[in-house]
């Protein structure tokens, strides 16, 4: 197979590939530089980037400067293409959506909630914005309440399946039949639901597919199927840019099938992570009674969540597994080494020109 560009805009990734964003530390400025050195779209996930003591006295200040210093220094890194993913259930995302665009980004890609309002938070109409969604009728909502409330489309749509790390747009009775809702079902009915929209706004609205996507010849699939690209996040973890903890890296390197689990988190989402001590202590609810004086998402009910998420996967990040929630797409058990990104995208491309 000929390898395609990823062209979103004005915005030409020779590789078809956008490097998932990946929570509390874990896509950072280096990550995001490789991928974009390497012909990618690299991604710096917005949350959490703050340190955690001085995020309890002025959190939104804490995070925004943060994301600049990661900003900045993936920029000074790299010239290639630049996003930053950003939930749509973080109290601050208007600050760190507004924040990335001051910044100079041009992509915003937004999920875990449909973002229907995002068009509103960006003034600049160059920026790239891209939602996620899980579905041909989430789609079809998001661009219909653009095309209404704002006059605007999506630049790109990134469809995440049932397969995928971390939050997931299912229900939890949709994951116990994942192959329901496999990209194969999926990626037609989203392809379907942007077509009218391209034609009313007279320009390509791409597919990004992401989600248990491994492979280069995973890639070759969605590609041939009418994907424009792929989001890939989970083989990204056990590289050498990637700047969580080596216990972080090995969690993955041990994990067996059967250890990537479903969990309740406090964003009111099943997420995907592995099991492990933490995890294990929260089942037997050994764990202490939850404080927080942060306030970073819209959606945690305090007086029932169980955990912060952020405290445990920051603690994950520095590599302390007894009190880490470790995130992982389904794939997680089939990465055996850590390699540079180059090494990893290189192979992916060697997959895909010989599909």
Known sequence: MKIPALDIGDIHAPFPLIQGGMGVR???????????????????????????????????????????????????????????????VLSNARDLIQTSVQEGIKIIVSGASLPLKLPEMVDDATVK???????????????????????????????????????????????????????SILLPEVLAAVNPFEEKYGRKIPVVAGGGVFTGTDIARMLQAGASGVQMATR????????????????????????????NSPVGLPGRAIHNQFLRNLEADALDRLKCPYRCLT?????????????????????????????????????????SVEKLIAELRAELEAY
């Open 236 to 263: 990204f973890v056990c590289t050498d840019e990637c700047e969580v903890a080596p216990e972080f890296k090995q969690a993955y390197l041990d994990s067996k099938e059967d250890d990537i689990v479903i969990i």
């Open 299 to 339: 959606t945690c009910n305090i007086a029932e969540a169980r955990y912060c998420i952020a405290q445990a996967l920051a603690s994950a990040y520095q590599g302390d597994m007894d009190k880490g929630l470790v995130f992982c797409g389904q794939n997680a058990f089939r990465v055996n080494e850590i390699v």
């Open 26 to 88: 874990v896509s950072l400025a280096r990550l995001a530089a490789a991928v974009a050195n390497e012909g990618g779209i690299g991604t710096i996930a917005a949350v959490g980037l703050g340190d955690i003591e001085a995020s309890k006295t002025d959190f939104e200040t804490v995070s925004r400067n943060a994301l600049i210093h990661e900003i900045r220094r993936a920029k000074s890194m790299t010239n290639g293409p630049l996003a930053i993913n950003i939930l749509g």
């Open 129 to 183: 914005l891209l939602p996620i969604i899980s579905s041909g009728r989430a789609a079809d909502l998001v661009l219909r309440t653009w095309d209404k409330r704002y006059a605007r489309t999506a630049d790109a749509v990134v469809l995440e399946g049932p397969l995928a790390g971390g939050h997931l747009g299912f229900s939890f009775e949709q994951l116990r039949e994942p192959e329901k809702y496999a990209l």
